[in-house]
T-cell receptor, first 113, second 113 residues
């Protein structure tokens, strides 16, 4: 158990809909990272927050947004969903504003039908 | 543009023998490399890392080798155990402490009893 929690575990929704994925980092970790893993692909970095502020951005679509709240939990919002957005979405956390040793949650499996 | 490549999607090894997982990268700015291990229905877990100032790092049964001139790293597991069966991801960052990790596609390792 990494100490990072993600909800929900599974999500099935239709194209065009909007969903919110939630992540709680390990106790004491200030940084949260979001990754997307599509079928047979590696993990693609989406975005990082550190202590409530956006710190780094990766290949995140404009339809996607994220935020980190004062209690340090984070939410990833995915809107106007397309079939290609079906993937595993992982959240990771690290102690500081950098984090090579990131601790990953179990992931949320999103299926868009 | 796949900056980190794991060209073998799968590898099968006999229990007790050596497992060698390979990873190539193209970005010469990468100077910190990590291996993550992932079991089904779980998030990746950090295994071992290496800085570019070293060419080898060992932790128990796991050793990572880095060949900077070839832009190649490998993970050796000796002896291989059934519990090592998992997907292994190689990851790299542009300088130690960078927020963004670039992951390879992963190699599924199966240890046969």
């Amino acid at each position: 158990d990494s100490g990072v929690t993600q909800t929900p575990k599974h999500l099935i929704t239709a194209t065009g809909q909007r969903v919110t994925l939630r992540c709680s980092p390990r106790s004491g970790d200030l940084s949260v990272y979001w990754y997307q893993q599509s079928l047979d692909q590696g993990l693609q970095f989406l975005i990082q927050y550190y202590n409530g502020e956006e710190r780094a951005k990766g290949n995140i679509l404009e339809r996607f947004s994220a935020q980190q709240f004062p209690d340090l939990h984070s939410e990833l919002n995915l809107s106007s969903l397309e079939l290609g957005d079906s993937a595993l979405y992982f959240c990771a956390s690290s102690v500081a504003g950098w984090g090579n040793e990131q601790y990953f949650g179990p992931g949320t499996r999103l299926t868009v039908t | 543009d796949q900056q980190v490549k794991q060209n073998s999607p799968s590898l099968s090894v006999q229990e007790g023998r050596i497992s060698i997982l390979n990873c190539d990268y193209t970005n010469s700015m990468f100077d910190y490399f990590l291996w993550y291990k992932k079991y089904p229905a779980e998030g990746p877990t950090f295994l071992i890392s290496i800085s570019s100032i070293k060419d080898k790092n060992e932790d128990g049964r796991f050793t990572v080798f880095l060949n900077k001139s070839a832009k190649h790293l490998s993970l050796h597991i000796v002896p291989s155990q059934p519990g090592d069966s998992a997907v292994y991801f190689c990851a790299a960052s542009a300088f130690q402490g960078a927020q963004k990790l670039v992951f390879g596609q992963g190699t599924r390792l199966t240890i046969n009893p």
